[in-house]
């Protein structure tokens, strides 16, 4: 990522967030995203302006690890790709209200990454809340079972599904029987992404 000039590197990621915008990325098959990399390959305005600095052949990858990998965050107001989304999912505030209830409080300076969790204040007790997509399911249980043995507060996890996804009554069934086992109570949220 250093052998690229950093506006050029700025104006390529903003590039490809913009694109992405205008996508049904989230429901795509991984095969139709395949297609987009080849496309942003040969774009002047992504590929055109990375393989200044870049092997062609380098160019999906950084696109893949560096943009996309991020634009999950990016959508949440996290990490450093965060100033260039243009759409965003609901903040911290809003995902535990729409998960735990009103009375909730999300503290934003207890937020982390890999999986994205906060701590969040209600009435009587505080949670740890740990959400994300259901791809990402075994990282969320894994975090709440890591928080249980580090003595955090209790983990909730919180599955969010993008507005035009959706999960069957099985998957949500099994996903709860899943998170169980593990003695964690998990619920499940639709966001709705809206333009910053």
């Not at 029987?177 to 998990?186: H, P, R």
């Given at each position: 990522m250093s052998d690229i000039d950093e506006e050029i590197r700025r104006e390529v990621i903003a590039e490809v967030y913009r694109q992405v915008?205008?996508?049904?990325?989230?429901?795509?098959?991984?095969?139709?995203r395949s297609q987009w990399y080849v496309r942003w390959i040969d774009d002047p305005r992504i590929g055109g302006k990375l393989t200044r600095f870049i092997e062609r052949d380098r160019v999906r990858v950084w696109i893949k690890d560096g943009p996309?990998?991020?634009?999950?965050?990016?959508?949440?107001?996290?990490?450093?790709?965060?100033?260039?989304a243009v759409s965003?999912?609901?903040?911290?505030?809003?995902?535990?209200?729409?998960?735990?209830?009103p009375a909730w409080v999300a503290d934003p300076e207890t937020v982390?990454?890999?999986?994205?969790?906060?701590?969040?204040?209600?009435?009587?007790s505080d949670v740890l809340m740990i959400w994300g997509?259901?791809?990402?399911?075994?990282?969320?249980v894994w975090?709440?079972?890591?928080?249980?043995?580090?003595?955090?507060?209790?983990?909730?996890?919180?599955?969010t599904s993008p507005q035009g996804t959706r999960l069957s009554g099985g998957e949500m069934l099994?996903?709860?029987?899943?998170?169980?086992?593990?003695?964690?109570?998990?619920r499940h949220i639709t966001l709705r992404l809206a333009r910053v």
């Open positions: 915008d205008e996508l049904d990325w989230d429901g795509m098959t991984p095969r139709e996309i990998k991020e634009l999950p965050r990016a959508r949440y107001g996290i990490g450093p790709y965060a100033q260039f965003r999912y609901p903040g911290v505030e809003q995902i535990a209200h729409q998960a735990i209830g982390d990454i890999k999986p994205n969790r906060c701590l969040v204040r209600g009435p009587e997509p259901a791809a990402k399911l075994a990282d969320l975090a709440g079972i890591n928080a249980r043995v580090d003595g955090s507060a209790e983990p909730l996890i919180v599955v099994r996903q709860r029987v899943l998170a169980k086992q593990a003695s964690i109570e998990l």
